[in-house]
């Protein structure tokens, strides 16, 4: 039997680039994007998509070339790229040989503890490269200086090369990151959006959630966004679900500025209205038909105020996000290996208990709120990642409604 990465891929070849985003959509929707492979931009400006080989036979072609519109799509296969596992082998044995002469051309030996310091994953943005916390932390990666960012930018086929820190405690979730090769710190994003990698927070393992924000059905809806950012959520809102207006609460004033301007670039800031500051201040009620709270470890403080903003006589869909933990098993009392529950089930479990105490939370914010009694319904629990085997984002969104 073939290997995964020797399979042709069937791809998708579209006309522009910016099609490619609507196209990945359409796919990742349907669990048939593969994952394991990036998307390849072609230098004639198409990108290939590649799709998983399982999917193939269900593949509904007309339709999929009907979401991308007729005449930017085409099918075509792909003589199998490299994957992005074998790729990322590669280039980190490239990197490790550059580094390795770089230190011996000036006279330091390499050892083996510089290896485990090497990156192992990083952020792309664009032509940025953002190196995690993790990685380069020995005091001898200092002394070697700029001609090793160089090396290591130009190794990774990036411009500029940034490293994250840790995210400050200023109220702001701003990571922090220093630019270690070039100036300018701002990056664009292929769907359409930009901000500055050293003043806003950027969840890029949010992908999923960002793609079920795109796929809801929002014409006709007001919605708020609590915690808006740059405009992570608040974007697709606008662009793919359609919603007739989004108010964007955001109290980091450079979050504010990249946020303007990526409404700006997408088209739509018509229908967005950014109230900067914290949103514990905003004095908006009873307007929305639907409200975001995208802010992890924990988004209560802003419960109250997303009660408050549903509309009082048809009510509306809380989206809230959450970090929620499971309790590790305990060996000592013999619940290491439970017999009937695997570790995604207890998972699930612990989850659904967590649903189930906010959405009794909920109702009593709105008995706080109307004196009236609320019906509230767990309409859906959404997985978005893991932190740790026990640490899970969620998102839980809620259907409340007056009785
Ligand atoms: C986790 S980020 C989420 C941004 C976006 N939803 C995303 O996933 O990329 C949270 C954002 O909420 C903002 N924020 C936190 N507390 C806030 C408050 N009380 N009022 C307004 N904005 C707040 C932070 O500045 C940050 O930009």
Redesign the pocket.
């Known amino acids: 039997t073939k290997r995964k990465s020797d399979l042709n891929i069937i791809v998708v070849s579209l006309v522009k680039n910016m099609h490619s985003s609507s196209g990945r959509m359409y796919l990742q929707s349907r669990g048939m994007f593969d994952r394991s492979f990036s998307l390849v931009k072609q230098p004639d400006g198409t990108v290939l998509l590649p799709i998983s080989p399982s999917c193939l036979s269900q593949l509904d072609l007309q339709s999929l070339r009907n979401t991308l519109t007729p005449d930017v799509c085409d099918f075509t296969w792909s003589q199998s790229p490299q994957s992005k596992k074998e790729k990322g082998r590669k280039a980190g044995s490239k990197l490790e040989r550059t580094i390795q002469e770089l230190l011996e051309s000036q006279g330091e030996r390499w050892m083996e503890e510089m290896r485990s310091d090497l990156p192992r994953s990083f952020q792309r943005h664009g032509d940025l490269v953002l190196l995690a916390d993790s990685c380069f932390t020995l005091p001898i990666w200092n002394k070697i200086g700029d001609q090793l960012w160089s090396a290591v930018t130009k190794e990774l086929r990036a411009k500029r090369l940034a490293k994250m820190s840790r995210i400050s405690r200023d109220?702001?979730?701003?990571p922090v990151v220093t630019m270690l090769l070039g100036d300018n710190s701002w990056v664009k994003h292929v769907d359409n959006y930009e901000f500055d990698v050293t003043r806003?927070?950027?969840?890029a393992g949010?992908i999923t959630?960002?793609l079920r924000v795109a796929g809801f059905d929002c014409r006709g809806e007001t919605v708020v966004?609590?915690?808006?950012?740059?405009?992570?959520?608040?974007l697709p809102y606008l662009v793919h679900a359609r919603a007739s207006h989004v108010h964007a609460?955001?109290?980091?004033p450079d979050?504010v500025a990249a946020l303007q301007k990526n409404l700006e670039v997408n088209g739509v800031p018509e229908r967005c209205t950014i109230?900067p500051?914290?949103?514990?201040?905003?004095q908006l009620c009873n307007i929305a038909d639907r409200v975001?709270l995208?802010?992890?470890p924990t988004s209560e403080?802003?419960w109250p105020i997303a009660c408050r903003l549903l509309k009082k006589t048809t009510g509306g869909v809380l989206h809230i996000?959450q970090n929620v933990t499971s309790p590790l098993p305990n060996a000592a009392a013999g619940d290491a290996a439970p017999q009937n529950l695997s570790a995604k089930n207890a998972d699930r479990e612990v989850w659904r208990a967590w649903a189930s105490d906010t959405a009794d939370r909920i109702t009593s914010l709105f008995k706080d709120l109307s004196g009236a009694s609320w019906v509230i319904n767990i309409q859906h629990i959404e997985h978005v990642k893991s932190y740790a085997p026990h640490v899970h984002h969620v998102v839980l969104d809620l259907d409340c409604r007056p009785n």
């Open positions: 109220g702001f979730r701003s806003c927070m950027f969840s949010n959630e960002k966004d609590l915690y808006a950012g740059i405009g992570y959520f608040t609460c955001e109290w980091n979050a109230h500051g914290d949103n514990r201040q905003v975001n995208g802010l992890i403080d802003g996000h």
